[in-house]
């Protein structure tokens, strides 16, 4: 992946993540259910932690605390897994497999790929 598409999908996670803000404003105002949010991440250990404090940030700065952060792995080569490990450890959202079942009135956030994939090269 070139270092500009690396970039777009970069920006994409951030707009996708700034919906996600306000979205959880306006439930936090209209007194509104609880929003789950759900990563699906594989190779994404650059943003995926930032993602998820800033998440956590907004809706601790709304005082709604209507907000639950959930997080699914497919396969990742990188450090997403202990990333999402540690993040859950710490409460800050909980790590679910590909099989459980999924909230529908959830926001799903598609973070697979961001950190892109290292090039293959043939040997010499």
Do not use: H, Y
């Amino acid at each position: 992946m070139v270092p500009a598409e690396r970039l777009v999908l970069i920006a994409l996670a951030i707009v996708a993540a700034s919906d996600v803000l306000i979205s959880l404003r306006a439930r936090s105002q209209k007194g509104w259910q609880p929003l789950i949010v759900i990563l699906v991440t594989s190779n994404s250990a650059n943003i995926v932690e930032g993602i998820v404090r800033r998440i956590s940030w907004e809706d601790f700065k709304s005082r709604s605390k209507s907000l639950e952060i959930q997080a699914i792995d497919l396969g990742s080569c990188d450090e997403t897994p202990e990333i999402l490990t540690l993040l859950e450890r710490d409460g800050m959202l909980s790590v679910l497999s590909p099989a459980d079942s999924l909230d529908a009135g959830a926001v799903v956030l598609n973070l697979q790929d961001i950190n892109g994939r290292e090039e293959k090269t043939m040997p010499d």
